[in-house]
């Protein structure tokens, strides 16, 4: 067995970060998908539905990473898992996703 279920993360013998991750982004878009109706209306403040989003789907999805070894494809899977559901959230179609990432290399500079 190399990986085993302890309150609610996935722990491997490898010392790697990868099944808890898989686990804390699957719990995450079961969050989101839980909170479609709410963080996709639009009489809704985007503010309070990032606040929404910030409290109940980061959360889950961040919880326990403090103790994981970060690799740089386990925060791009994060990375790219977040922009999905924010975009789904903002109604960002896919044409615009080109837009959006010259906007975000250009504010990473």
Request: charged residues 30%; hydrophobic residues 35%; proline residues 1%.
């Amino acid at each position: 067995m190399d990986t085993f279920c302890c309150f609610g993360d996935t722990l491997s013998l490898d010392k790697e970060a990868n099944a808890a991750l898989e686990t804390r982004i699957r719990i995450g878009s079961n969050k989101f998908r839980q909170l479609v109706p709410l963080v996709t209306n639009r009489d809704i403040s985007l503010i309070r539905r990032r606040r929404l989003y910030n409290s109940f789907v980061q959360s889950s999805m961040l919880h326990g990473s403090e103790t994981w070894s970060v690799k740089k494809e386990n925060k791009v899977a994060l990375q790219q898992t977040e922009i999905r559901m924010v975009r789904w959230m903002c109604d960002v179609k896919i044409e615009f996703q080109a837009e959006l990432r010259v906007e975000r290399e250009t504010r990473n500079r």
